[in-house]
């Protein structure tokens, strides 16, 4: 009888949930594109905190479906865990096998920077900077721009691009989503927010290791990201030593391990007041250590400059692939998004992503 009755309570909820819609007991994702240059792992995700490493993807799912089958994919109820949480899964780690949620997640939908679904989205149309009356840097494709800061033009591939901005994807509708984060006074951010590895609060200015607005603990760092920082830090201290001739190049540009990076995304119609980035440790700010940023999508006039002052400050085109560092003596330069251009995102990368108009903007810091 006992035999029996579990067989009845098994089908009635598989016939509620079916794997079929739902996904199988147990997925292993893989996230290994990037992993072309023989220096590069394909070990998955592991988190800047220590927590366990994970395999991960971006399969291209709806967000709507995508949402059933992260909280079903275990293909078992769960008791509560200890604070309302709800564990699903094998894993150790908060993402590997499974996925944590806390009763006071938002139910609003998350905010998907592709458009999958949207059959209006399929012609995509595209231009260049110069087409939009804009022209880009003169000179070489890697510059320093001053002491500290480097640009590196073009250097992230289209395959890496694609994977980036799926992974983004992928992460950006799960438990730590993309959302609009404010201020105490009411105002909000004009581009949607998603954090990895710590929790950056614009309202307290803080790091922490939850999100006030819903409890959750940011996803780590994919270590495919990680690396791709690292390497570029070797090509742009190549750089600097060849401008400088300096023996010691960190001396002009230190060495960083970032365990923190914020995602932004920006409309066409987003951007950022002038700012300096002053909320990490008082060691990593007096070492210099650098802001690494990411750029895909479409272009922005990025602003920057030693004071507050939007007339002053100098101005420069980040188009998509583009990496630009700061620290050294430029760390605590005030920087903004003045305005996105419109229809500047590389076409190709708009047909394998679906990627929303606008600007994708990835900063890596150590805390």
Same mark, same amino acid.
């Given at each position: 009888?006992?035999?029996?009755?579990?067989?009845?309570?098994? /089908?009635?909820?598989?016939?509620?949930?079916?794997? /079929?819609?739902?996904?199988?007991?147990?997925?292993?994702?893989?996230?290994?594109?990037?992993?072309?240059?023989?220096? /590069?792992?394909?070990?998955?995700?592991?988190?800047?905190?220590?927590?366990?490493?994970?395999?991960?993807?971006?399969?291209?799912?709806?967000?709507?479906?995508?949402?059933?089958?992260?909280?079903?994919?275990?293909?078992?109820?769960?008791?509560? @865990?200890?604070?309302?949480?709800?564990?699903?899964?094998?894993?150790?780690?908060?993402?590997?096998?499974?996925?944590?949620?806390?009763?006071?997640?938002?139910?609003?939908?998350?905010?998907?920077?592709?458009?999958?679904?949207?059959?209006?989205? @399929?012609? =995509?149309?595209?231009?260049?900077?110069?087409?939009?009356?804009?022209?880009?840097?003169?000179?070489?494709?890697?510059?320093?721009?001053?002491?500290?800061?480097?640009?590196?033009?073009?250097? =992230?591939?289209?395959?890496?691009?694609?994977?980036?901005?799926?992974?983004?994807?992928?992460?950006? =509708?799960?438990?730590?989503?993309?959302?609009?984060?404010?201020?105490?006074?009411?105002?909000?951010?004009?581009?949607?927010?998603?954090?990895?590895?710590?929790? /950056?609060?614009?309202?307290?200015?803080?790091?922490?290791?939850? #999100?006030?607005?819903?409890?959750?603990?940011?996803?780590?760092?994919? &270590?495919?990201?990680?690396?791709?920082?690292?390497?570029?830090?070797?090509?742009?201290?190549?750089?600097?030593?060849?401008?400088?001739?300096?023996?010691?190049?960190?001396?002009?540009?230190?060495?960083?391990?970032?365990?923190?990076? =914020?995602?932004?995304?920006?409309?066409?119609?987003? &951007?950022?007041?002038?700012?300096?980035?002053?909320?990490?440790?008082?060691?990593?700010?007096?070492?210099?250590?650098?802001?690494?940023?990411?750029?895909?999508? $479409?272009? @922005?006039?990025?602003?920057?400059? $030693?004071? #507050?002052?939007?007339?002053?400050?100098?101005?420069?085109?980040?188009?998509?692939?583009?990496?630009?560092?700061?620290?050294?003596?430029?760390?605590?330069?005030?920087?903004?998004?003045?305005?996105?251009?419109?229809?500047?995102?590389?076409?190709?990368?708009?047909?394998?992503?679906?990627?929303?108009?606008?600007?994708?903007?990835?900063?890596? &810091?150590?805390?």
């Amino acid at each position: 009888m006992l035999l029996r009755r579990t067989s009845t309570l098994s /089908w009635r909820y598989h016939r509620l949930y079916p794997p /079929w819609r739902y996904g199988s007991s147990h997925v292993f994702l893989r996230f290994s594109s990037l992993g072309n240059d023989s220096n /590069w792992g394909n070990s998955g995700v592991k988190c800047s905190r220590g927590k366990d490493s994970i395999s991960s993807a971006t399969p291209p799912y709806d967000p709507d479906t995508d949402f059933r089958w992260k909280r079903f994919g275990s293909g078992k109820k769960q008791k509560p @865990a200890h604070g309302g949480r709800i564990q699903h899964g094998r894993g150790n780690s908060k993402y590997g096998g499974g996925t944590s949620y806390s009763h006071g997640f938002p139910k609003a939908k998350p905010y998907d920077i592709c458009l999958y679904g949207n059959r209006r989205s @399929a012609n =995509i149309s595209t231009g260049s900077l110069n087409e939009m009356g804009h022209t880009e840097m003169e000179g070489a494709k890697q510059r320093v721009l001053r002491p500290g800061m480097v640009l590196l033009k073009q250097y =992230i591939t289209h395959k890496e691009q694609v994977e980036i901005v799926k992974k983004c994807r992928y992460l950006g =509708i799960g438990p730590g989503r993309f959302y609009q984060p404010g201020y105490q006074n009411g105002a909000k951010l004009h581009l949607q927010m998603m954090c990895l590895g710590m929790n /950056w609060d614009p309202m307290s200015r803080k790091y922490d290791d939850t #999100r006030p607005v819903d409890g959750i603990e940011p996803p780590c760092i994919p &270590r495919e990201f990680s690396l791709l920082v690292k390497r570029a830090i070797q090509d742009a201290h190549a750089l600097v030593k060849k401008q400088y001739h300096v023996s010691n190049v960190e001396d002009i540009l230190p060495l960083t391990s970032p365990d923190i990076c =914020i995602v932004n995304f920006y409309t066409t119609s987003g &951007r950022l007041g002038l700012h300096q980035d002053r909320d990490e440790s008082r060691e990593s700010l007096r070492k210099g250590l650098p802001v690494v940023s990411l750029s895909l999508g $479409d272009s @922005a006039e990025f602003l920057y400059g $030693d004071q #507050r002052n939007v007339d002053n400050a100098e101005r420069i085109f980040l188009e998509s692939g583009d990496v630009l560092f700061f620290g050294g003596k430029s760390r605590h330069i005030f920087h903004g998004v003045s305005s996105i251009i419109p229809k500047s995102a590389p076409k190709a990368l708009l047909e394998e992503t679906r990627l929303r108009p606008g600007r994708l903007n990835l900063t890596f &810091r150590q805390f």
